[in-house]
C-alpha cells in the first residue's frame, strides 16, 4: 500500500493535493497527486512503497488544513462481485493490519454518495465479522489500534486502508455530527462548536472552556459564537454595530459594545477567549489576532479566515507563517493550528493557543 488518501471538502482538492505534495516533501517523502474535482477525496502515491506508512506515522493530522481524514491505501477495488464483497476486502488486509481496533465503511461527502450510505452500513456487520474471524480485527473496539477503512467511491468500488488512532480524526467520515440548537441565533454556531472539538481535547474542556471565564467575540452580531460562550456559563463581550439576539442579552452574560471590531480594544486583563468571525482580508484579520496575543489581551483564540479564489493554500499558509513569526518576535511561544471544518465553506479556522512569555509581566501560561 503507497498511497495515502485524504478526505476534504468537494471543490477543495486542489488545495488538499497541494498541501500534501508540500507537507510530504518536508519529510523528504516525494511522490504526486490524483486530483479528480468535487470527487471530495484526493489520493498521493508514493514513489517509496514504504513511505505511506511512513506519511500516517510521522505527518501530524492535526496539522493538516484541508484534510479531514488521512489513511493509507491500496489500489482500486474494482467490479466487487454483488454475491460476495467481503472476501476481496479482507483479503486486501491480510498480512497488513493485525489486530485492528474499530471498522470505519465510509464514502466522500458529495451527493452522488450520499446514495452509498445505506449500503455501506448494511456490509459494515459482516465485514467486521469476517475480519474478527480472519484476526484482522480484535474482538472488541479498542480505541487504541489501528481503524480500518473502506472507502466507497463507486458501487463495487473502494479503496481498502487503515488509519493510526493517535494520528487520525475521530469521526466518521472525519466530521463531527453536531446538532444545530433550536435556541441560538444564526447556523454559524456550529462552526464554533465544531472548532471546540476539533482543537481542544475533550478532558482539557473543564479547563479552558470553564464556566466564569471571560471571552470577547469580535463582530459578534447576531451571536451565534456567542452562544457557544454563554452556553458554556462564560462572560461575554461582544463587539459589533449590529443587533445582538435577545435571548442572549437577556441571559445577563453579555456585555454588547456598539463598536468596530478592528478598533476596539478591551478595558479589562481577565479575558481568556478571543473569537473572531469578520468578513475581512485574511492578513487583516490576522494582523488583528496577533495584536490581541502579543499584547496580552486573551490566551486563546479561533477565528476564521475568508479565502481568496485563487492559491487559498498559499494564502493560508502565509498567514499561519505571519502569526508564528510574530509569536517568536514577541518571545511568546504559542501553539497554532488550522483547519477546514465542515461547517466552514470558503474559509478556514484558525486556533491559537499562548503557552508561556519571555516578557517580563506578561500572563501566561505559567502564571
Request: aromatic share 10%; net charge neutral; hydrophobic share 40%.
Amino acid at each position: 500500500m503507497n498511497k495515502i488518501a485524504l478526505y476534504c471538502r468537494p471543490g477543495f482538492e486542489k488545495e488538499c493535493a497541494a498541501e500534501i505534495t508540500d507537507r510530504a516533501g518536508q519529510l523528504a517523502v516525494f511522490g504526486f497527486a490524483r486530483v479528480k474535482e468535487n470527487s471530495g477525496y484526493v489520493l498521493f502515491e508514493c514513489y517509496q512503497p514504504e513511505d505511506a506508512d511512513r506519511l500516517a506515522r510521522e505527518l501530524p493530522f492535526r496539522e493538516l488544513i484541508f484534510a479531514r481524514q488521512m489513511l493509507v491505501v491500496g489500489e482500486l477495488l474494482r467490479h466487487l462481485p454483488p454475491e460476495d464483497r467481503v472476501s476481496p476486502i479482507v483479503g486486501m488486509l491480510i498480512g497488513v493490519v493485525e489486530r485492528a481496533g474499530e471498522l470505519r465503511v465510509e464514502v466522500p461527502d458529495t451527493n452522488e454518495s450520499k446514495e452509498l450510505m445505506k449500503f455501506c452500513r448494511k456490509l459494515t456487520v459482516p465485514l467486521r465479522a469476517a475480519m474478527r474471524e480472519q484476526r484482522v480485527m480484535m474482538a472488541r473496539e479498542n480505541p487504541s489500534r489501528p481503524v480500518i477503512h473502506v472507502f466507497f467511491i463507486a458501487p463495487g468500488c473502494c479503496y481498502v486502508g487503515y488509519s493510526y488512532s493517535n494520528n487520525n480524526s475521530p469521526f466518521y467520515m472525519g466530521i463531527p455530527r453536531l446538532k444545530f440548537p433550536s435556541d441560538a441565533p444564526s447556523r454559524s454556531t456550529l462552526k464554533l462548536e465544531e472548532a471546540f472539538h476539533v482543537f481542544i481535547p475533550a478532558d482539557e474542556w473543564d479547563e479552558r472552556l470553564a464556566s466564569g471565564m471571560y471571552a470577547v467575540d469580535l463582530g459578534a452580531c447576531p451571536g451565534g459564537w456567542t452562544y457557544q460562550l454563554v452556553k458554556r456559563s462564560m462572560m461575554v463581550h461582544a463587539v459589533d454595530n449590529g443587533m445582538m439576539a435577545q435571548s442572549l442579552m437577556d441571559s445577563g452574560q453579555v456585555t454588547h459594545h456598539r463598536a468596530d471590531g478592528f478598533r476596539f480594544e478591551p478595558t479589562t486583563s481577565k479575558n481568556y477567549w478571543l473569537v473572531c468571525d469578520m468578513v475581512e482580508k485574511p492578513a487583516k484579520v490576522t494582523n488583528l489576532v496577533i495584536q490581541w496575543l502579543v499584547n496580552g489581551w486573551c490566551r486563546e483564540a479561533i477565528f476564521n479566515l475568508k479565502l481568496p479564489m485563487k492559491k487559498r493554500y498559499e494564502v493560508v499558509a502565509d498567514n499561519l507563517r505571519a502569526i508564528r513569526e510574530a509569536m517568536a518576535a514577541a518571545d511568546i511561544s504559542a501553539e497554532v493550528n488550522a483547519k477546514q471544518l465542515y461547517h466552514d465553506r470558503e474559509e478556514v479556522t484558525v486556533h491559537i493557543r499562548r503557552m508561556w512569555s519571555a516578557v517580563p509581566g506578561r500572563r501566561d501560561e505559567r502564571d
